[in-house]
């Protein structure tokens, strides 16, 4: 028997992606030629190396560790005392020194660090001398307002070169960087800056998005009447909107530089120092502050990085993802710039001023790797060929995926339109709270399946278990869990520890519990199924329902509401809330589903914006007024409510469910 899942989204998947995925026979092997320069360039050197590192973890992590660089080296590999992991016990070193500080005596000096592009089609390239010396510029900048080792800094800006130049200074000092992506609310700026007490805040004036100039000063201005911790905000100039700047509190980014000087030491840091706290979604209560250290994040970002992308000193590296996300801060700055990569950043939207703008970047830049989201695939599938067959892609050689499972035909199309069936394609699994890719294809060593993120990469030992911890069969579905701890595991929720062992530690014994349902099949390949939680992913993007549920009630009008996904074929999932309002306020109309729609938007952010709302007279619920959110599920989908209703409270809700259907 499978086991239940608590809630019942796996289950609702399993049934239909199983019954898919079964069907789906294709094998690709990597070709000769890419395999004769890969870095790991046969299944059986992965498999030779996968084993090593399961003989002797510590050994393998050590071996990998030491080709990076460390003030002192570690006394000890690893010390596990579950459910909290330490990596590199005793050594110091500084994340920005590994990606910037050695390439310059490395030869890649001089070479493109950062090749970006502005929506509205400006150019810059920076060079990793170049990207040194304005990183020391600010660090200075950050010190001489009293930024220190410890501190924590909140940046909110959209995709500029200075952003990854705010989070590399504030790593090269030893102060914690809380990213908040740039199209969350004001209200979401003030939870994260609070939460992690946050002393300064850098940001920009506004960001270019699809031809409009959005304003983020005025969102910052908003947070900062809640936010008592915050004594200095430094704005970068990026679309020149006029904004206001309160004296003494805001300055600008260029006046402050002007006066900073290049010279600037990187701080050799505790291997379990803070590096960053990155917000994340959960099935319950407010956002998790993710906390990730130095030593061991650095160690698997990098690595991971390299071996995944086979990443090669000619490559241009492009991922997609917006660096206020856990991609961009490993594989947009980290990773591959500790890997001294040239990295192609792009501002904007992917449809502006049409769909061909990707790939006329790809074209035009001479792009090699290229990493992407699902949602994003789909997107590009339904605005038609014609945009891809524009251009020239022929200087890909590498594709990759993450944020969610990729349906078989979504890869497929990926692979052949984009890659022309030449370039590999990796899907990664991975979470925030893992801090790098666990589950890949090596693209010159792994037979690839679409629709699987294949396996674990080496140190990385993950299992599909049952509720008791027991492995389950070939095909069978459980849940997806980490056996063992590896460097780049989130240390704690910020300010929360008994969250953070209850979340992650407490579903299945003396194991990471990863929130996802999967299979593994008889080639042990992992098909991830779906979260088993109320966390949904929308275009790649991951929301607790609960948090939407609570920005619904906070509106004047609404009683109740419960926020279930239903499958939607270009975001994977759309949000629907069902709600209740209060007796003797407004009518349930049109203009208020829209005000209810704009105002989750304010409260959260447009990502969180519920796709439909439907109004109902009451909930369904168990006899102890539990949400019965697996039939609002089967509702929202279009299906037959079936299973067990017998702990329903009042059976005529469901009827009256259904004919609001329509409305
Ligand atoms: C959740 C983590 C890691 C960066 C982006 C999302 C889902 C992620 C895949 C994949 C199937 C995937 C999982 C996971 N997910 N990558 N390749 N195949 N599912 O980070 O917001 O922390 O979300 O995204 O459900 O638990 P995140």
Not at 133 to 161: H, Q, T, W
Not at 190 to 203: E, L, P
Not at 520 to 532: E, N
Not at 605 to 611: C, E, F, N
Request: glycine share 10%; aromatic share 10%.
């Amino acid at each position: 028997m499978p086991p239940k899942p608590k809630n019942g989204d796996a289950a609702r998947n399993a049934a239909t992606s199983i019954e898919s995925v079964l069907k789906e026979k294709r094998v690709f092997k990597p070709s000769k030629a890419f395999a004769a320069t890969a870095h790991i360039s046969s299944f059986a050197a992965y498999e030779r190396l996968y084993k090593l590192a399961e003989k002797n973890p510590d050994k393998y992590w050590s071996d990998v560790a030491g080709k990076y660089h460390w003030f002192k080296k570690w006394k000890k590999v690893s010390l596990w005392k579950e459910p909290h992991a330490k990596w590199f016990l005793g050594g110091t070193t500084n994340v920005c020194y590994n990606a910037l500080d050695v390439h310059l005596t490395s030869g890649r000096k001089n070479k493109a660090a950062l090749i970006w592009e502005g929506e509205p089609g400006d150019e810059r390239t920076m060079t990793y001398s170049q990207l040194h010396r304005e990183v020391c510029k600010f660090s200075n900048v950050l010190k001489k307002r009293g930024i220190g080792k410890g501190d924590r800094v909140a940046i909110y800006m959209g995709m500029v070169p200075e952003l990854a130049i705010a989070m590399l200074a504030c790593a090269r000092l030893g102060a914690t960087h809380n990213i908040i992506f740039g199209g969350f609310s004001s209200q979401a700026l003030v939870d994260r800056i609070n939460d992690a007490k946050a002393k300064m805040v850098i940001c920009a004036d506004g960001a270019f998005r699809r031809g409009q100039k959005i304003n983020l000063k005025s969102a910052v201005d908003a947070a900062l009447k809640d936010t008592p911790s915050v004594e200095n905000v430094i704005v970068y100039q990026r679309t020149g909107e006029t904004v206001t700047m309160a004296e003494g509190r805001d300055h600008w980014w260029h006046d402050l530089m002007n006066l900073a000087g290049d010279h600037c030491d990187a701080e050799p840091l505790d291997a379990e120092h803070p590096l960053f706290i990155l917000y994340t979604s959960g099935s319950t209560g407010k956002p998790k502050g993710i906390l990730h250290t130095t030593g061991g994040y650095m160690v698997h970002a990098a690595n991971s990085h390299r071996m995944v992308f086979d990443l090669k000193d000619d490559d241009i590296y492009w991922c997609t993802a917006d660096i206020g996300w856990v991609t961009g801060h490993s594989y947009v700055v980290y990773g591959p710039l500790i890997n001294g990569a040239t990295v192609f950043m792009y501002e904007g939207a992917p449809n502006y001023p049409d769909w061909g703008r990707f790939w006329s970047m790809i074209q035009r830049h001479r792009i090699t790797i290229f990493y992407t989201a699902p949602t994003a695939i789909r997107a590009f599938i339904r605005a038609g060929d014609e945009w891809v067959n524009k251009f020239d892609l022929s200087s890909l050689r590498l594709l990759g995926t993450v944020g969610e499972p990729i349906n078989p035909e979504a890869w497929m199309w990926y692979y052949t339109a984009i890659g022309k069936k030449k370039c590999p394609v990796v899907d990664t699994w991975w979470q925030t709270e893992t801090g790098g890719i666990m589950i890949s294809p090596l693209p010159g060593a792994t037979p690839l399946k679409p629709g699987t993120a294949t396996r674990p990469l080496p140190g990385i030992s993950v299992d599909v278990v049952h509720k008791d911890g027991t492995p389950c069969k070939a095909n069978e579905g459980g849940f997806l869990v980490v056996k063992r701890p590896w460097p780049s595991m989130l240390r704690t929720i910020y300010g929360d520890d008994e969250r953070y062992k209850k979340q992650y530690w407490s579903d299945i014994a003396g194991m990471y519990f990863t929130g996802d349902g999967a299979r593994k099949d008889k080639d042990g390949y992992i098909w991830i199924m779906g979260r088993v939680d109320d966390v949904v992913n929308v275009a790649g993007h991951r929301l607790g329902t609960s948090e939407v549920e609570s920005a619904l009630v906070a509106h004047a009008r609404v009683a109740e509401a419960a926020v279930v996904a239903k499958p939607d074929e270009l975001k994977g999932s759309a949000l629907v809330a069902f709600v209740t309002l209060k007796s003797g306020g407004a009518n349930p109309t049109l203009e208020l589903k829209e005000e209810l729609r704009n105002h989750v938007a304010r409260e959260i952010g447009p990502i969180a914006k519920p796709d439909e709302i439907r109004f109902t007279e009451a909930l369904p619920k168990t006899r102890s007024g539990k949400i019965m959110r697996r039939l609002l599920r089967e509702l929202a989908g279009g299906g037959e409510v079936k299973g067990d209703v017998t702990t329903l409270e009042d059976f005529g809700i469901l009827e009256k469910l259904r004919q609001n259907d329509d409305d």
